[in-house]
C-alpha cells in the first residue's frame, strides 16, 4: 500500500497569510495526487487534482504542486473561510489512501 | 455536477449490519464509477472500496473483506454499502463519494451518514 504523510498536523495563521502544506508518498505517484478541504458536519471538497489542476469553482489562491514522491498544497491570502482540515490523497493505485490531514487554525 | 443524497443516521449492536444509500442525481449515473470512505471520530479519512455501476466491478480495502458488500441500483440511481458484523470501532462518519470522470479522485460527497456501534 502506499503511504501518505502529510506535513504539518497543524498550522496556525491569520487572515491574509500564505500556508503551504506538504504531503510525501510512500513511492512514486506521478501526478495522481489530490487535495480535499473538510469542515466539520460538512463532505469533504475537492480542491485540486492530478497534481496541480483547479477543480472547476475553487478559488485560485489554491494551488498545488510536485510530482513523484513530493507534494505541496498553498494558500495564498487565506481567508475566513480557510479555516478547515486538508487531506491528500493518492489515486495512483487500490488502495486509495489519504495523509493524515493538516488543520489550518485560526492564530 | 451531481448531487448525492445519503440516508439518515443508524444506530446498531454490536455484530448487527448495516447498510446505507447513496442517491444520485444531476448526472448519468452510471458514468461515474463510486467509493465509500470513513471517518471514525477525532480520526482521519480511510477508503474503504469502489465499485463501478456501470461494469458492477469492485474492490474493498482487505481490512474489510467478508465484511462489506456494496452494490448499486441502476434503476433508481442509487448506490449501497453494507458493513456486517459491526465492531465498536466501526462507528463513525460513512460518506458515499464520486469519482471525478474516470480518475480516482472524487469531485461529489454525499453529506455522511453516521453510524454508531453500542451495546
Known amino acids: 500500500d502506499i503511504q501518505m504523510t502529510q506535513s504539518p498536523s497543524s498550522v496556525s495563521a491569520s487572515v491574509g497569510d500564505r500556508v503551504t502544506i506538504t504531503c510525501r508518498a510512500s513511492?512514486?505517484?506521478?501526478?495522481?495526487l489530490a487535495w480535499y478541504q473538510h469542515k466539520p458536519g460538512k463532505a469533504p471538497k475537492l480542491l485540486i487534482y492530478?497534481?496541480?489542476s483547479l477543480q472547476s469553482g475553487v478559488p485560485s489562491r489554491f494551488s498545488g504542486s510536485g510530482s513523484g514522491t513530493d507534494f505541496t498544497l498553498t494558500i495564498s491570502n487565506l481567508q475566513p473561510e480557510d479555516f478547515a482540515i486538508y487531506y491528500c490523497?493518492?489515486?495512483?493505485?487500490?488502495?486509495?489512501?489519504f495523509g493524515g490531514g493538516t488543520k489550518v487554525e485560526i492564530k | 455536477q451531481g448531487h448525492l443524497v445519503q440516508s439518515g443516521a443508524e444506530v446498531r449492536k454490536p455484530g448487527a449490519s448495516v447498510k446505507v444509500s447513496c442517491r444520485a442525481s444531476?448526472?448519468?449515473?452510471?458514468?461515474?464509477?463510486f467509493s465509500w470512505v470513513r471517518q471514525a471520530p477525532g480520526q482521519g479519512l480511510e477508503w474503504m472500496g469502489w465499485?463501478?455501476?456501470?461494469?458492477?466491478?469492485?474492490h474493498y480495502v482487505k481490512k474489510f473483506q467478508g465484511r462489506l458488500i456494496m452494490t448499486t441500483d441502476t434503476s433508481t440511481s442509487t448506490a449501497y454499502m453494507e458493513l456486517r458484523s459491526l465492531r465498536s470501532d466501526d462507528a463513525a462518519i460513512y460518506y458515499c463519494?464520486?469519482?471525478?470522470?474516470?480518475?480516482?479522485?472524487?469531485?461529489?460527497w454525499g453529506q455522511g451518514t453516521l453510524v454508531t456501534v453500542s451495546s
Open positions: 463519494a464520486r469519482h471525478r470522470e474516470s480518475d480516482t479522485w472524487f469531485d461529489s
Open positions: 465499485i463501478s455501476p456501470s461494469t458492477n466491478n469492485k
Open positions: 492530478a497534481a496541480s
Open positions: 513511492q512514486a505517484i506521478s501526478s495522481w
Open positions: 490523497q493518492q489515486a495512483r493505485s487500490f488502495p486509495l489512501t
Open positions: 444531476g448526472y448519468t449515473f452510471t458514468n461515474h464509477d
